[in-house]
C-alpha cells in the first residue's frame, strides 16, 4: 500500500499566505494569485474566499474544483526538481500546475503568459 504525499492532506489555507507572499515580495498582488487560482481551479473569487475559511485540504481543494482549466496541460517546465508534464499522479500534477504559475508570477511574467492566453 502507498502511503499519500503530505501535501495531500495539507490544508491549502495554510499554505496560500506563502504563495500570496511570495508574489508580494516581487512587487505582484494577492488579487493575481486569485486570479491564478481561480483561472486554474474554476473557483469564483467568492467561492475560493469560502474554501480558505473551511480549511479543505489541497486533494479536496482540488477534487472539488468547479472546473479545472483545460489549458492547463499548456504548463511546463520544472518545479521542484521535476517537469510538470511528467508527473503521473493527477492531484500532484495539479498541485505542481499551481506551484509553476506562482512562481512564474513572482519571476515576473506578464498575466497574459502566465494564464497562457
Avoid at 472546473?67 to 517537469?83: E, Q
Avoid at 505542481?96 to 512562481?103: E, I, S
Amino acid at each position: 500500500m502507498t502511503t499519500k504525499h503530505r501535501i495531500f492532506t495539507t490544508s491549502f489555507a495554510s499554505v496560500y499566505p506563502y504563495y500570496v507572499a511570495k508574489a508580494e515580495k516581487k512587487g505582484r498582488t494577492k488579487s493575481e494569485v486569485d486570479a491564478i487560482i481561480c483561472w486554474l481551479t474554476g473557483y469564483t473569487p467568492r467561492a475560493l474566499e469560502g474554501q480558505l475559511k473551511k480549511q479543505k485540504d489541497f486533494e479536496t481543494f482540488f477534487k472539488e474544483a468547479p472546473k479545472l482549466n483545460p489549458s492547463r496541460t499548456l504548463i511546463k517546465g520544472v518545479i521542484c526538481g521535476v517537469r510538470v508534464e511528467d508527473i503521473q499522479e493527477p492531484t500532484m500534477r495539479e498541485i505542481r500546475y499551481l506551484d509553476k504559475l506562482v512562481d512564474e508570477l513572482a519571476k515576473g511574467k506578464a498575466m497574459d503568459k502566465i494564464l497562457r492566453a
